[in-house]
């Protein structure tokens, strides 16, 4: 029996005038900017610019001021805004901020969620998800994860480093992964915290130069260092950190293709343009 792929009306249409509007609106912000935005003011007038369009955020619920698309809904809009870089700010839809909307949507307690992810999901804030460490810690092996938060009286006390963070500049909050029990390399054991940007055992300490430069906040090098956070930070069931990781990169890696997706049409868009002007000598 055939898989039948075809995005119902709503979804159809939220693609439709996704791809009208990065055509009018964002590519022409976007070549003026050439690709890489950092100013604040850029990113919110693209943002207002979805909302009044009926746009914005159609990935989270309506209660969250969304369209609550599933999967293939999501698919097709988020192909249409990655036909620009900037497509997927504008929408709210980038990473890793879309991602952590999801998880929000799934693991936090209605405070958190009040907290966290309402704000985000509104564009208010922007977020990052620190799981990757340096060698010998978690990269392509999240269970290698050496961050590790102890318990102390009324919360609990993160000591790690992290690096290659996306979005860690000038974020409002970050999700991290910490390690509650076991060693590194046991696949269970990790535990999610909630950890606010003023927090003074959180810091920044370097941005670390990618060839992609097209994510807004960067990539950066982040230490916790006696980051102490209450009982309520933590983000889902403590050492259930993997459960909650594989509910959030499952879905992220999906609408990552599919955003690129949109990307990949545009450069071939410009090839084929540039193809039929060119003169050969």
């Known amino acids: 029996m055939p898989v039948d792929l075809t995005p119902d009306p709503l979804a159809a249409d939220l693609a439709q005038r996704t791809a009208a509007f990065v055509r009018d609106v964002v590519v022409p912000v976007e070549a003026e900017h050439g690709g890489v935005v950092s100013s604040e003011s850029v990113r919110s007038g693209l943002q207002r610019a979805a909302k009044e369009r009926g746009l914005f955020a159609p990935h989270v619920g309506a209660e969250y001021g969304g369209h609550g698309l599933r999967m293939l809904g999501r698919a097709v809009v988020f192909e249409e805004a990655g036909y620009s870089l900037l497509g997927p700010l504008a929408l709210n839809i980038a990473a890793p901020d879309e991602g952590n909307m999801h998880l929000l949507e799934a693991a936090a307690t209605p405070a958190q969620r009040e907290r966290y992810l309402r704000p985000l999901a509104a564009g208010e804030i922007r977020s990052c998800f620190a799981m990757t460490e340096p060698a010998p810690g978690a990269g392509s092996d999240p269970a ?60 920044t300490v370097r941005h670390i130069e990618t060839l992609d430069e097209s994510l807004y906040g960067g990539h950066a090098e982040v230490v916790f260092d006696d980051c102490v956070v209450g009982d309520d930070a933590v983000l889902g069931e403590v050492d259930a950190g993997f459960r909650y990781a594989q509910a959030r990169l499952g879905p992220a890696r999906m609408t990552h293709c599919t955003r690129w997706l949109g990307i990949a049409r545009r450069a071939q868009d410009i090839a084929v343009a540039r193809a039929a002007e060119r003169a050969g000598s």
């Open 144 to 203: 290698a994860l050496t961050t590790r938060a102890v318990r102390v009286r009324g919360g609990w006390r993160i000591e790690g480093r992290k690096w290659f963070i996306t979005g860690a500049d000038s974020a409002g909050f970050t999700i991290c992964m910490a390690r509650t029990s076991g060693a590194p390399g046991e696949t269970a054991g990790a535990t999610m915290f909630l950890v606010d940007a003023d927090n003074p055992g959180m810091s």
